[in-house]
């Protein structure tokens, strides 16, 4: 993969329960725009298989899957949607949450992200993070995040480790969200800020995403 063009990347960054998924599925459905989000990938892999057994050993404690295997279960994943051409760098514009999660991966993966755009969600109350997460695990069944240690381990490793990785790129690319709100607010002040993007008007099928942003921001004005 080392070879190929760069992607046009959007990355989504905040403590778990910021909200990153909620948006990024939103953003996802734009023309011209793949959202994907690790955590997600890794969910879908067969937990009896061989990725699934190591996986489940880190996210049954709240632990970040190791860098190796992470990067190697997402570069498999691109791979694919690149061989049923659901993802084309030269049409495609990424956006991913859930990696990178920490400076290493940020430095292993800068040869094909060309990033953009980072939306930074910040939710300053642990509790309200925290009862999110209790919330969405009774959802979509996620067992591992009702568990208030499991919890107050993710949190922690968000801070001592992913939020970090924010330094590996320019400060000026990094845009400041309040994600205490609502999620239309929240969506909102994100496709504001993509709408002035202007490298989306100098790649291809441009005009489609700039038509595509404008609209999603009078629905959520």
Known sequence: MA??????????????GSGKGTQGAVLGQLPGVVHISMGDVFRKIPKYGHFGQEIERYTSIGALVPDDLTVRIWE?????????????????????????????QAERLDHI??????????????????????????????????????????????????FR?????????????????????VLRDIVNRMSEIQSFRKAPKASTFAASTAKLTEVVS
Do not use: C, W
């Open 3 to 16: 070879d190929q063009p760069k992607y046009r990347t959007i990355l989504l960054f905040g403590m778990p």
């Open 76 to 104: 498999r994943h691109i791979k694919i949607l690149e061989m049923q051409e659901l993802l084309l760098p030269d049409q495609h514009t990424l956006i991913l949450d859930g990696l990178p999660r920490n400076y290493s």
């Open 113 to 162: 992200l060309d990033v953009v755009q980072i939306f930074h969600l910040k939710i300053n109350d642990n509790f309200k993070a925290s009862e999110r997460l209790k919330s969405r695990a009774l959802r979509e069944n996620r067992l591992d995040d009702m568990n208030e240690e499991v919890i107050r381990r993710r949190l922690q490793t968000y801070h001592e480790e992913t």
């Open 165 to 185: 990785t924010l330094s590996f790129y320019s400060p000026e690319i990094v845009f400041d969200v309040e994600a205490g709100g609502s999620p239309i607010d």
